[in-house]
């Protein structure tokens, strides 16, 4: 009876051991002004942020001077918070005067690897102010591909741009796929129509993730226009915003880190899917 029941133990512990390392986390956060406007303190804050999760998507990184030792620098404080991390960043995006900025990808090394150093999709070029970027990332030998995007503002045409990169995505790429960003228009608008009928979903649904500068009727949320996308083969487990304000009080600290909050997609993959 006891040989039983360690033998019904043993079996418990590895399945939780396995649900816990098959299950994947990433945050998509428009960190804006990425770059020197960011002291120690306030990356440190960030760190504490997303310390828990295993990959980070960053858009509006700086793309002069900056920038890049900004994401170097979190970098680093994150490896100093228990968990070994590396990280990417993009080229300067091909775009218009004052528009051009690079993406950052951060991840846990212990379970993530990549094979590249990603590359922006030269093949939008033309097509949108701020060419997404693509990174392809492996767990255990198997492949998924992650598109880092911003897009142009809401008054000058975003949903042209994800109508671009929605036939890209669907056309061109063929491993489970997740597109994560700040897209400037909400999930629930037609221009996401080919996404869903493709299989995508979305991690979060009518949930804010912007800040407003100042509190109005203890509300400091504007638009829910930050989001991750992701294929059919890709199994939500959890989809939330991040909301690391909590009380109007806070509002005025919380936009020195960012004027978006972050949005999180816990997963996992159906490999046997491909």
Sequence with gaps: MIRRLVLVVLIFFHFLAFSQS??????S?????FGRTKNTGELNEIAEIVRDVDILAIQEVV????????????????????AKWDYVISDPTNSPKYVTERYAIVWKTKNIKIKNRGWLISELDS???????LLDLYVE????????FHSRPYNKD?????IAISNFVIDSLETPMI?????????????????????????????????????????????????IFYSQDIYKTEGKVIDFVRFCEELK??????????????????WKAH
């Design 22 to 27: 098959d299950e994947i986390s990433l945050v």
């Design 29 to 33: 956060w428009n960190i804006q002004d």
């Design 63 to 82: 793309a002069g001077y900056g920038g890049a030792q900004a994401v170097a620098k979190l970098t680093d404080l994150l490896n100093r918070k228990g």
């Design 127 to 133: 097509l949108v102010d701020r060419e997404p970027f």
């Design 141 to 148: 030998g198997k492949k998924f591909t992650l598109v880092n």
């Design 158 to 162: 975003p949903e042209s741009e994800i």
């Design 179 to 227: 597109i994560a960003g700040d897209f400037n228009v909400e999930e629930k608008m037609p221009v996401f129509d080919y996404l869903k009928d493709n299989g995508y979903k979305a991690a979060v649904s009518n949930a804010k993730t912007t800040l407003k500068r100042q509190c109005d009727s203890n509300d400091y949320l504007n638009y829910p226009i930050d989001n």
């Design 253 to 270: 600290r919380a936009r020195k880190l960012s004027d978006h909050l972050p949005v999180l997609l816990k997963f996992r993959i159906n």
